[in-house]
């Protein structure tokens, strides 16, 4: 695979994953290193976070076993930006070689942030795409099920173009783009007063 991913590459490669049963929890990586490693680790979090957001939609379970999921989504979560960060910033690294013109626009949506897109929309097409296969529903819910296939197609499409034009012009010096450093405070107890306030209140104890 090329330095530079294409849509059609990411998109084939996110689709085969979903085909394997169970290889968000226990496949073996595919990619050492790179940008496809990154690629990689991106979609296998997102793939964890859609089944963790599912079980925490339960109802029928004890309050612990939702804190638990919610636990598990922050993770996930912080875990799925790392890996976006590291895919613009291997990105970065193969274009280094094409200086951008004065006149390359700056894009405020990185390949990273689209890669990430990409992930999320082939697992609503794979989940959706299921949906029209059931068979203890009735025809509404099935025709309805169709038609957002469709509309999750197309913009799955859209931005795929989107994706492979920014590369393109990013690699003839016509665009350009920075990594975006989201800096999540949640999960740190040294930026998050709820845990800090915690640790704080437990040493006047």
């Known amino acids: 695979m ?7 590459e990411i998109t084939a490669f996110h689709e085969g994953r979903h085909a394997i049963p169970g290889w968000a929890k226990s496949g073996a990586a595919e990619h050492r290193a790179g940008a496809w ?9 997102n793939c964890l976070q859609w089944d963790e957001e599912d079980l925490a939609r339960r109802r029928n379970v004890p309050d612990s076993e939702i804190a638990a999921n919610k636990r598990a989504i922050d ?5 799925r930006n790392d890996a976006i960060e590291r895919i613009d910033e291997e990105l970065l690294a193969a274009l280094q070689g094409a200086s951008p013109g004065p006149a390359a626009r700056l894009s405020s949506e990185t390949p990273g942030a689209m890669i990430d897109r990409l992930s999320i929309l082939s697992l609503k097409i794979h989940h959706m795409r299921l949906q029209t296969l059931r068979t203890d529903v009735d025809r509404e819910h099935l025709d309805t099920c ?3 296939l469709e509309t999750l197609a197309e913009q799955r499409a859209d ?3 989107c994706l492979d034009r920014l590369l393109e012009e990013a690699a003839r010096g016509e665009a350009r783009f920075k990594i ?8 740190d107890p040294r930026f998050n007063p709820a845990l800090y306030g915690e640790r704080g209140a437990g040493s006047r104890k």
């Open 180 to 187: 975006y450093r989201q800096y999540k405070m949640y999960n």
């Open 75 to 79: 993770f996930q979560n912080q875990k």
């Open 37 to 45: 490693r990154a690629i990689e680790d991106n979609h296998r979090c």
């Open 146 to 148: 169709r038609a957002r």
């Open 2 to 8: 090329s330095a530079l991913p294409g849509s059609r």
């Open 159 to 161: 931005l795929a173009e």
